[in-house]
Nanobody, 122 residues
Framework: VQLQASGGGLVQAGGSLRLSCAAS????????MGWFRQAPGREREFVTA????????SFADAVEGRFTISRDNARNTVYLLMDSLKPEDTAVYYC????????????????WGQGTQVTVSS
């Protein structure tokens, strides 16, 4: 499975941004999908995940209530809508595919996209 993330950019604090991750090379609905992020000098951390048909989601405490994850299985794409962005949300955002949407551990996710930079200015 190949994953291609896009939609990153520079936004002011309080603004919004939507990331997309397009999948190819596999059956998209076979996989739960997740988003992770890595800020400079920090380890990659879990952000959010969605089950394979979108019926269940999980969020990191730092983003719950501000971020929304969704997926369109007909378009083989998962989305991350980020609202009320804060400077501490600045990071490279990665999408991932796996089989346990409840896991927040990097090594449990099987496939990774290349990352897209999100920068939030204060």
């Amino acid at each position: 499975v190949q994953l291609q993330a896009s939609g990153g950019g520079l936004v002011q604090a309080g603004g919004s941004l939507r990331l997309s991750c397009a999948a190819s090379g596999g059956t998209f609905s076979d996989y739960d999908m997740g988003w992770f992020r890595q800020a400079p000098g920090r380890e990659r951390e879990f952000v959010t995940a969605i089950s394979r048909y979108g019926g269940a989601t999980s969020f990191a405490d730092a983003v719950e209530g501000r971020f929304t994850i969704s997926r369109d299985n007909a378009r083989n794409t998962v989305y991350l809508l980020m609202d009320s962005l804060k400077p501490e949300d600045t990071a490279v955002y990665y999408c991932a595919a796996g089989i346990y949407y409840t896991t927040q551990t990097n090594r449990d996710w099987h496939y990774w996209g290349q990352g897209t930079q999100v920068t939030v200015s204060s």
